[in-house]
């Protein structure tokens, strides 16, 4: 079984920046892909931004390209999403989220992804 654990939500104004964070253990998690969604009130979950298990290949969400960076550690446990620029409507609650198969796609949905983290939630206000 694999753990997922986000950490560094909170509110922060328009323009603003956040760092997320995602700790994964429970298996090789240095061997699978690792991402971000988020879902707003009232609205579906939405892809945000995957990273590959060597953390070489990342693609993003047109409405945060640009602004948001997904990475992770030498050791390939821990993801970060680095959010600047922050607007209104990013406010939701993000997931951290693990995929055991590779990357193959540039854009993904929930059922692409196996383990999922309590989400952490974001608000800007402007």
């Known amino acids: 079984q694999v753990q997922v654990v986000e950490s560094g939500g909170g509110s922060v104004q328009a323009g603003g920046s956040l760092r997320l964070s995602c700790a994964a253990s429970?298996?090789?998690?240095?061997?699978?892909?690792m991402g971000w969604f988020r879902q707003a009130p009232g609205k579906e979950r939405e892809f945000v931004a995957v990273?590959?298990?060597?953390?070489?290949?990342?693609y993003y969400a047109d409405s945060v390209k640009g602004r948001f960076t997904i990475s992770r550690d030498a050791a390939k446990s821990t993801v970060y999403l680095q959010m600047n620029s922050l607007k209104r409507e990013d406010t939701a609650v993000y997931y951290c989220?693990?995929?055991?198969?590779?990357?193959?796609?540039?854009?993904?949905?929930?059922?692409?992804?196996?383990?999922w983290g309590q989400g952490t939630q974001v608000t800007v206000s402007s």
């Open positions: 990273i590959s298990d060597s953390g070489s290949v990342t």
């Open positions: 429970g298996r090789t998690i240095s061997r699978y892909a």
């Open positions: 989220t693990v995929r055991e198969a590779s990357l193959y796609y540039t854009t993904y949905a929930v059922r692409d992804f196996d383990y």
